[in-house]
């Protein structure tokens, strides 16, 4: 007994969040996290909800004289699906469990998070977060099902109404009691229901205090009463779905988010992206490590390594003012001949000034036809990588268990970082796996495409301008060229609506590839810009 109440002395407290609202066509849904099984300690992945965070220094507030939950909730939803706490601070955050699981020592709140009025799921799942890569293999949209008394019912019930087979997973824990307790609190019949038991109990007490003792709390009833009928008539009028208004009735990405032949590794956070800051300390940069497998300490081109293995990923979090940052190992090799996994740094010229937004188009032609549209281009300088150092034994110590790496192949390496000019100009977003290769996003901190690069054609993007007029005013006019650069240039909104209507034609989607749409897709969302299929 002694040992297992231990347990809760070393505990973690933290908060499970379900996510909740409408899809793009105003139905009632919630989020369902699948989490990754290289996270687990028995390796198992599982069926958990989308956010699960614990408290830590960053959410003491009031100059530390409290920590606050919700303040643990909008963290959390940022680090964990990338949704940003502006944004977050529109929806409606909600406490409604306290939770002791004494078989595995854990204490907790159960919160639940309605975006029902910020935007649809479809939408929430675009966002690219710092821990969602690591720690989640899928978010899935499940409908609000029956209320079932026993919440082990819902295990094969989601299966049963969805068909995925993602479901055939286990749940962790008491995960199923928070959604039928979520399912409980918002079904229609439910919201009278409570409201009417709460408002008993709390005009219960106050007539045993009217009665036995001094104190006339006889106003007091009345306007509760009168106060909490004019909340509920003025909650209900507004219970309506914004969505059709936005979106209609279809949001679909242009490319899977999970189990497509590109898939995302790592991302870095909207909020650690510093605009023009070439002389400030780029930590995303700088946590990007090479390690050579060759003893002799040389200069080496990115160009001439490829990869032992697939990179090794983490968070990093700093002692001094507790943020975190990702962090990433690459094992290298001198190629020599051998065609091995590659790693490269692609970019995505833009330029952003207040609400106008400027991108690059490429256009590859060959015998009078398209062959590709790119919005991207690969880093053509040099990226030249400096083995001269080792790690001292401090330091294997705490990459191996960062890195769950063998100390031995940490004390045998030579170790390089990217360069203080790459990371002065460079800033990283999201790392990509698309067939043996690796492949990391990255913007200019100028971000002015002007003095960067160059293009052949400016192009202004209006309210009314469809992807016809692109092709019969530009690009049909230059199909003798084999190459040729577009600047696209126009207020979010209608870049927003011009991206998604020419991606979305099959002739073009064909012409572009499935990693330069998900780079775009990642990086447009960090900026407002939802890219996907809308009808």
Known sequence: ??????AFLFSSFGIDIIIGGRDASGAKKMLVAARSGNIESDNRSTLHVPVNESFSRTDLVEHDQYYSPYHCVLRGIKEELGIPEEICKKTSVSFHDFAIVSDEG????????????????????????????????????????PFKWSPSAYEDYFYKTTGNEKFCMQWQSFTTLLYQRAILRNAEASIPIIWLVDSTIILTLLFLLTNYT???????????????????????LNNKSVHKLTYGEFLKPFVPQWNGDVRVLQSTMHSQIVKGSRKETNPIADGIMFGLNSPSGQKLKLSDIHLLTPPFCTVRREFVNFTEY??????????????????????????????DLSLLLTVKTE???????????????DIILDFTNTLDEKQVNTFSKYYRMNKDLLKNVQIASLDENFQKRWFPLDLFNAGNDYFWSVIDMEDELEKHDSYDFDFKISKKTQPRDLYMKVIAKNMNRSCFSIKLNGNLKNMEAFLCAFTSRNDNRRKMSDLDIYMMQLFLIRIGIVYAKKK
């Open 1 to 6: 007994m002694l040992v297992e109440s231990l």
């Open 106 to 145: 854990e204490i907790g709140l159960g919160c639940y998070v309605d975006f029902s009025f910020v935007m649809p799921l479809e939408e929430a799942r675009l966002y690219p977060g710092q821990d969602k890569y690591l720690e989640l293999a899928d978010i899935l949209i499940v409908p609000y099902l």
């Open 214 to 236: 001094q104190i006339d709390l006889t106003s007091t009833i009345i306007s509760l009463i009168l106060g909490g009928l004019a909340l509920f008539i003025m909650k209900r």
């Open 326 to 355: 990702p962090i990433s190992f690459y094992y290298v090799a001198e190629k020599n001949g051998d065609i091995g996994n590659c790693l490269s740094f692609i970019k995505i010229p833009y330029a952003l000034s207040s609400d």
């Open 367 to 381: 015998k009078g036809h398209i062959v590709s549209y790119n919005f991207t281009k690969p880093i053509h300088s």
